[in-house]
T-cell receptor, first 117, second 115 residues
Framework: EPEVTQTPSHQVTQMGQEVILRCVPI?????FYWYRQILGQKVEFLVS????????KSEIFDDQFSVERPDGSNFTLKIRSTKLEDSAMYFC???????????????FGQGTRLTVV | GQQLNQSPQSMFIQEGEDVSMNCTSS?????WLWYKQDPGEGPVLLIA?????ELTSNGRLTAQFGITRKDSFLNISASIPSDVGIYFC???????????????FGQGTILTVHP
């Protein structure tokens, strides 16, 4: 069964360093997302990406964050200068299209646990 | 922004018992979804609801989309140990316009099932 894959599963970084979280969405999907989940809290939307551009972003997604689809398969989230409060589980998700309409189900990856020290 | 309030925050039940959890929103959603998250995993979709008043079942799971489009509940009947996990409600506006499928999640209900 096709799945969304994320690497690495766990990343530890020093405050102020740049990190890149990587995702390979399901191959024929067209809508891509990043969400984050701070330990013990709810899943929060960061950004959606469609047609090679950001379609929507939350107030969390400030200038320190950026996303890219550098080739036909990867979708990355970059945090330019990490802060302690960026420590969280980051989930990538993707959706397909059926009959010209976006599918309801978003498939989530297993997440990358980012720890900023 | 839109807020979802999910309750209860946690539940401890005996195997075989039924479970009910619900979600209310400050604003309308066009689609309600229920997800389950196992430890170390991403959320997995359990049930999607598309119309106000809709009642949908998936095995031992039953969910309803409230008439006002501002609430939803999820019932699990005859719980088993593998039902353990965190259950999230999520609201979504339809695609088109300014929505590209952004999900707004509730805070989650932690379910523990004692054998």
């Amino acid at each position: 069964e096709p799945e969304v894959t994320q690497t690495p599963s766990h990343q530890v970084t020093q405050m102020g360093q740049e990190v890149i979280l990587r995702c390979v969405p399901i191959s024929n999907h067209l809508y891509f997302y990043w969400y984050r989940q701070i330990l013990g809290q709810k899943v929060e939307f960061l950004v959606s990406f469609y047609n090679n551009e950001i379609s929507e972003k939350s107030e969390i997604f400030d200038d320190q964050f950026s996303v890219e689809r550098p080739d036909g398969s990867n979708f990355t989230l970059k945090i330019r200068s990490t802060k302690l409060e960026d420590s969280a589980m980051y989930f990538c998700a993707s959706r397909g299209l059926t009959g010209g309409k976006m599918n309801t189900e978003a498939f989530f990856g297993q997440g990358t646990r980012l720890t900023v020290v | 922004g839109q807020q979802l309030n999910q309750s209860p925050q946690s539940m401890f039940i005996q195997e075989g018992e039924d479970v009910s959890m619900n979600c209310t929103s400050s604003s309308i959603f066009n689609t309600w979804l229920w997800y389950k998250q196992d430890p170390g995993e991403g959320p997995v979709l359990l049930i999607a609801l598309y119309k106000a008043g809709e009642l949908t079942s998936n095995g031992r799971l039953t969910a309803q989309f409230g008439i006002t489009r501002k609430d939803s509940f999820l019932n699990i009947s005859a719980s088993i140990p593998s039902d353990v996990g965190i259950y999230f409600c999520a609201g979504q506006l339809n695609a088109g316009g300014t929505s590209y499928g952004k999900l707004t999640f509730g805070q989650g209900t932690i379910l523990t099932v004692h054998p």
